[in-house]
């Protein structure tokens, strides 16, 4: 670890062990929305995409105990109403739609007693299909059965939307985009038997949606639309572009964006002091992984 990084680290845990970080952040209103896409030991070196199942226990751990764990749900109606969110809130949420999600994530979720949303592709669902970005990969993943989704759903767990074929919503046509918006909500809606509320849309990055196709979105009647290229939520966002926020490369770096301590946005990864925001790029503390 070099020095800045040791700096940063030790800043973060003073504040954190005197109390401050908590002090402060209960005069913010706002939220953060994890997004998670595998959890498992298969990868033989690091994987932007992959927590390791101990790493993913641990965190969840710490979030039943330190946080305020939420379901996206409850987040959704907060924002829609402008009521504030219980300091250090967090809702929990899953992309794609691996396997692994159900073996290895659902089970440590349900110990603590977590909500969370799993966001699936449709017609990758119950398919040998496999994702471009996972073609080189030494491991395979597979993809959970309908059946998993549904033991998910009943679980107690929500289900969402990540189109058909998890494509480049920024770039497809408008007639692509309807059909893989509402084509995934009628899919997901028949095979789990409920109605699905909350989409997340692929690649997560601002220039991977568009406004009109955001009206899409409403139009298929979902109740929000999920981002991920970092970000808190408040009770003043647009619920159709809830921000949410990757793993980092370790446990330290996720409470770190946690505890509004350091924060990833855009592109830009920034030291917080007090309210105000100062950007510090010259500190390497681990790029957040970034869905292909």
Known sequence: ?????????????????????????????????????????????????????????????????????????????????????????????????YKDNFLNAAPILKKYALPATFFVTSGYIDTERVFPWDEETPVKHPLMTWDEVRELARMGFEIGGHTVNHIDLGTASIETAREEVAGCKEKIEKEVGQRINAFAFPFGRADAIRDDVLDIVRAAGFDCCCSDYGGKVTTGSDRYNLERVSMYPTITEMLMELDNFMTYYKGTMKINFLTSKTALPQVSVGMMPREP
């Open 1 to 97: 670890m070099n020095i800045k990084r040791q700096v940063l680290f030790g800043g973060y845990r003073l504040a954190k062990t005197v109390g401050f970080l908590r002090l402060r952040n209960r005069a913010l209103n706002y939220a953060n929305i994890l997004c998670f896409h595998r959890v498992n030991n298969n990868e033989p070196h690091p994987d932007p995409l992959t927590v390791r199942v101990d790493v993913f226990d641990r965190l969840m751990q710490i979030v039943r105990r330190e946080y305020h764990p939420i379901s996206l749900q409850s987040l959704i109606e907060r924002v829609k109403k402008g009521e504030p969110f219980e300091p250090n809130t967090v809702a929990i949420t899953f992309d794609d739609g």
